[in-house]
């Protein structure tokens, strides 16, 4: 009985055992029956073996060998199928897009061979990319491919799939560049094949197109085909715009009945680009943007803004004019939704526009009070309705999008938008506090009303509750670059701060060895009054610190008390006087115990310790209201000053400690 051929019934990889030469002499257990299937072996191995895939991932009813190798299949008779069937034209997109980035001849022919064939025989569907084929031309026009350009053109045509004018043009370029004269023809046929199928060029590119002619030394016959071609479609879309407008705005009521939101943006592309008159346009936008608005009132799954946004922004000749456009509806889009709290479809507004990446906070609304709205309440009320569907991060992000505007000339508002903003960024800031996001809280507070270059005359001393419930989380958190931030802008902006968050962010700097801001903050909170004065005590040898001090802030002191002595203490040729240091009992609170006491004697211990170079304070005496005093080591102190008084002069000789 005859062997089957081998590979007949399946795709896998062949997996052929050696000839067995087990014994000299002995016949291989696979015989071949003759010369006919050797070959047909043969070619199958090799298929097999050499061909490798692409990555494509292909249904197992296609030949695997036909799409996803580069020579793609050598079968004389194949039994899977080489042309994708109806209802898998994603499977062609997919082997077009792979064939296009591998840019190899061979795999674009292919290509164009599997386009013809599939759509001469099935309509376009919703998996069709008109991208891929404009891409699709640009590969083979590179690739010098005419022919194929050609092929392709014309399918589209017929299948009314046109593609971009400015592909159109480019092989205007490339037949001029190549000097193709032979191609002018067919290149001229399908231009004017393309102008009545629905392609609109400009009397710039008509112009164009004949200047590239003209260097073909095209014949007069060519050239003049295409400037009737011109004056036709001009004198057509004069005569017949009128008309056409308000058939345009009848079916936009008749899309609006039946939800067909889609087509009414292919309608306001074809109404676009045959308007002659600006006024014309603006009116056509209006009755869109009406009828858009409109459906709001009614409560309708979907967001019908949604699907005309998607319709204009895909199509390739788009410009600014349209996403302004877009923008503006968008706005009176979601005022609507504002005032009927539908707060979900307005949010799938913004996230459309944020898609589609429409700056729309620099705008305003087409129709309704959207039209007048100042900005800042076009801001407010796109971040409130970002909170109210729990995106906290889209209500930051358009007010920083809008550079947190509020109140300028150019864009001026009333008292109660910058009263909205006010509500608006406090609630903010207490969610983003609640979730410990310090750093957009910060930048919150720093943009509340009154804080901006802003016509908006407002008391930032109200502020200081959220301030320093920020600063005291920065804190306690240990933030301590954030807020070292925090308390300088608030001490810039004369906010009231909270003194005992200040004093732990000092100490808290100092222990972290931050010294330079610790420096600083301490010299702001003795000119708040966060510590006792030291006038009358410096210069007179002698430094009371109260016990409760950290003992940062007790060396901090003691830094001051050696700078102010520093000329007696350098003197060589006076007496060494004695520097005394107290350490004040807490007046304001007697109940506290002894052993708090004895606490700040430790920590006044330890801050001539840390100090560098090292201070040594020695104890002296109890004086009448049974507090330590103590002397500061005039050699200690000397030592200190010589090494550290450069830069601690520059710090601790102000006026005002």
Known sequence: MPLPLPFSGHQEDPALKPWDFRFPGKPSILTLQNLETCEIFKREKNI??????????????????HFNTFR?????????????????????????KKYISINEPCLLQRAVNLLMEYYRKFPPGIYFDLQVLNDLLLSLLK?????????????????????????????FEHVATMKLTTAVPALVDVFCKLVGAGTLPDPEHFNYIVKLLYQLQASKQEISTILETKSRLHTRQLTNWNHNLESALNEVESFKEKNDWARLGNLYISVKMGCEQFADFQRFCACVAETLTEEYKEERPGVPFCEFAETVIRYPQKSEVDETLLGRIGISAIYAYHKLLQWAKGRKVLDKLYELKIHFTSLKGLIGPAQLAPRCQIVNIAAEIFLKTGSLDGAIWVLRESNWIINTPIWPCDRLDVLNRHNL???????????????????????????????????????????????????DSSSL????????FMISKNIPIDFSSLRR?????GRSCLWLKARTHYKSALSLGCYPPLEGNLYRKLLLIPCYL???EMLLAIEIFLVSNASSIQSPGTPAQMLQIVLKRCEENPSRSKDDYQAGVERLIMAARISDPKLFVKHVTVNVNKEQVYSLEHCSALKWLKENMKWAGKVWLFSNH
Do not use: W
Request: proline letters at 4%; charged letters at 15%; hydrophobic letters at 45%.
């Open 550 to 552: 950290s003992e940062i």
């Open 48 to 65: 097999g073996v050499f061909q490798k895939p692409l990555g494509l991932v292909i249904p197992h009813k296609y030949c695997r060998f």
């Open 505 to 509: 962010l000092i100490t808290s700097l």
């Open 481 to 488: 670059g954030m807020s070292s931030s925090i308390a300088g």
């Open 143 to 171: 690739h010098c491919l005419l022919k194929e350009v050609f092929q392709v053109v014309n399918l589209s045509i017929t299948i009314k799939m046109l593609p971009a004018l400015k592909i159109l043009l480019k092989i």
């Open 72 to 96: 793609g299949c050598e079968r004389p008779q194949c039994k899977f199928a080489h042309v994708p069937e109806q209802g898998d034209e994603k499977v062609c997109m997919d082997v077009f």
């Open 425 to 475: 960024l406090c609630t903010i800031a207490h969610e983003v506090l609640a979730k410990s996001l310090y750093r957009q809280a910060f930048e919150v507070l720093q943009n509340l009303p009154g804080f901006q270059n802003s016509q908006a005359a407002v008391e930032v001393s109200q502020y200081s509750m959220l301030f320093n419930k920020l600063l005291d989380a920065c804190v």
